[in-house]
């Protein structure tokens, strides 16, 4: 019965054993995955600043494009309104 009793402790020993280096294992890889990410945030943090500056110059680009053809506009409508007026004058007109 003791030798049963021993080896028995033996196996659970050797199991715990076991069950704790993965365990470390596991912790070890999770330590190391858990850095990686915060150094691909820092990263991803970075390049998002550097994007939003570049899409505040394009917007400001943008607005003024936006804006010099709101004051063009208007004249590209006298200017159409101007050659209806002048073709219904030339118009041929039907008998």
């Known amino acids: 019965m003791n ?5 028995c402790l033996v196996i659970i020993t050797v199991a715990i054993v076991v069950a ?6 596991t912790l ?4 190391q995955t858990a850095q990686q990410v915060f150094y691909t945030a820092s990263e991803a943090e970075e ?3 550097s994007i939003n500056a570049e899409a505040s110059v394009i917007a400001g680009l943008a607005n ?3 804006g ?3 004051n063009v506009v208007p004249y590209f409508k ?3 309104l101007f050659t209806s007026i002048v073709s ?4 041929k007109r039907s008998k």
Do not use: C, E
């Open 78 to 80: 006298v200017g159409s």
């Open 28 to 31: 070890i890889q999770l330590k």
């Open 3 to 7: 030798i049963l009793l021993g080896i």
């Open 68 to 70: 010099f053809f709101g």
């Open 20 to 25: 704790v280096v993965y365990l470390v294992q």
């Open 88 to 91: 219904g004058f030339f118009k």
């Open 47 to 49: 390049l998002l600043k």
């Open 64 to 66: 003024n494009i936006a």
